[in-house]
Structures are given as C-alpha cells and as structure tokens.
C-alpha cells in the first residue's frame, strides 16, 4: 500500500523560500515518475510539476506559473521527493499535494503553504 507523507508547508512574506518534502513507502520508488499538484483556495487541483523515474531520467516539466521559481528533485536512497519553492507569490497559496502519477490514488494529505504579507 502506497503511502505519500508530506511536510514543509507553512506561512511566509511574498518572496521568500519554503522546501517541501514528500516521504513516500510501499512502492518501489525509483520505478515510478512523481508530480506535485496544488489546490489553492476555492479553485481547482492543478499540475505544478513532475520528475520521471530513474530510468526515465529524472526529466522535469513545470507548469508556466511556477517555471523559473520552483524545482523539483528525488532522493531515490531515501524514497523521497522534494519542492524547492523560491520567490513565492501570494498566488502560490495553496495546499501541496504530492503524487505518483503512475499508481491510481496515490495522494498524500497535503501539506499548506501560506504566502501572506
């Protein structure tokens, strides 16, 4: 059974830094692409970025509004993965989401990142 464990939200001023993490068990982790989504308030779960597998070669693709400012990595040692967010927006505010895209209702509980001045 697969389990997404997110951690690192939380309330920051308009361009500041906040690094997500997502522990992820019950997979065979360095198999399997993994994405973030975020919902932010009252609208819908949207895309914000993807790393492919191992053997896929850790490809990254970012949504438009975040490229530039948001990285993605894996640590497949440790079975987890990473949202470096910088120069964050208010617009960013939203709860993160962290997802195998390959393994149907694979979600972790979200974790809030707040961007308030």
């Known amino acids: 059974q697969v389990q997404l464990v997110e951690s690192g939200g939380g309330l920051l001023q308009p361009g500041g830094s906040l690094r997500l993490s997502c522990a992820a068990s019950g997979m065979d982790f360095q198999m399997y692409s993994m994405a973030w989504y975020r919902q932010p308030p009252g609208k819908q779960r949207e895309l914000v970025t993807t790393i492919t597998s191992v053997l896929g070669g850790e490809r990254t693709n970012y949504a438009d509004s975040v490229k530039g400012r948001f990285i993605i990595s894996r640590d497949n040692a440790k079975n987890m993965v990473y949202l470096q967010m910088n120069s964050l927006k208010p617009e960013d505010t939203a709860v993160y989401y962290c997802?195998?895209?390959?393994?149907?209702?694979?979600w972790g509980q979200g974790t809030q990142v707040t961007v308030s001045s």
């Open positions: 997802n195998v895209p390959g393994i149907e209702g694979a």
